[in-house]
């Protein structure tokens, strides 16, 4: 596939730096460009999915939006990959801690994302896909993770198709929660088997850096005011590494 523009993308290829961080909301993108990018310049907004692309550091890098739950992301990330030659994705978003260790604010390195969708069918594999980030990608993120001080976690994620589910009648420790729980997982959200997917099978790059705005464990949840600043720092991490690519 090489036409473009494509049916979600109204951009060229030279439009997008190597490197896209992709947060879920476009109002996000926008902010991210406006805020954190010099010279930035709209190259998308098909549906109301913002995409620019500027500079950072001297560094040109592209920023939009991925929309929710892993059709989405597996949409924007195949186009921008496959069409527009982009080499790396970088999700940020927030994710739900399912670990008592994990706290709100922290941010979770996806190192793998467990996955209760049906995505990986597609490619037919005679048995389970692992689907894992970038190792370069992420052993940069851990290293300028820790220079910026920051409260960090490796590990696994789970993408979950449901936000809502209806568990009527399940006693709590056969929930799905308990169970993936049980595996260690660290982290719930909505997108990133299916990034690390589409990367893989595209023989490209991808991390998910994701912080918690909410613990499934404790119920906690963040403040604006925090999520602000744990925002502020997730971005200055994702683009400090996109800039290293
Ligand atoms: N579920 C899915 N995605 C999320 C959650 C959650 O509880 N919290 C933040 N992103």
Redesign the pocket.
């Known amino acids: 596939m090489n036409a473009y523009p494509t049916p979600h993308i109204n951009a060229a290829p030279g439009d997008f730096a190597p490197a896209v961080l992709m947060p879920g909301d476009p109002k996000r993108a926008r902010f991210i460009a406006e805020n954190f990018f010099d010279g930035a310049r709209p190259v998308n907004d098909v549906r109301g999915v913002q995409g620019y692309t500027g500079t950072y550091r001297g560094t040109p890098v592209s920023v939009m939006a991925s929309g929710m739950g892993m059709p989405s992301i597996g949409i924007y990330a195949y186009e921008l990959f496959r069409v527009f030659g982009v080499e790396a994705i970088f999700r940020v978003?927030?994710?739900?801690?399912m670990q008592e260790n994990v706290h709100v604010r922290d941010v979770v390195l996806g190192q793998g994302a467990c996955t209760d969708s049906r995505f990986a069918h597609q490619y037919r594999l005679p048995g389970t896909f692992a689907p894992l980030a970038d190792f370069c990608l992420l052993k940069s993120a851990a290293d300028i993770a820790g220079e910026m001080g920051l409260s960090f976690h490796v590990g696994n994620l789970?993408s979950?198709d449901?936000?809502y589910k209806d568990e009527e009648g399940v006693a709590p420790e056969d929930t799905a929660f308990a169970r993936w729980r049980k595996m260690g997982v660290l982290?719930?959200?909505?997108e990133s088997a299916a990034l690390y997917m589409t990367a893989a099978r595209a023989g490209k790059k991808a991390l998910a850096i994701?912080t918690?705005?909410?613990s499934?464990v404790t119920g906690e949840s963040t403040t604006s005011a925090e999520r602000e600043q744990s925002f502020t720092d997730m971005m200055t991490l994702a683009l400090k590494c996109a800039v290293t690519l």
């Open positions: 978003g927030s994710c739900g801690a789970l979950s449901l936000f982290a719930v959200e909505m994701c918690v705005s909410d499934l």
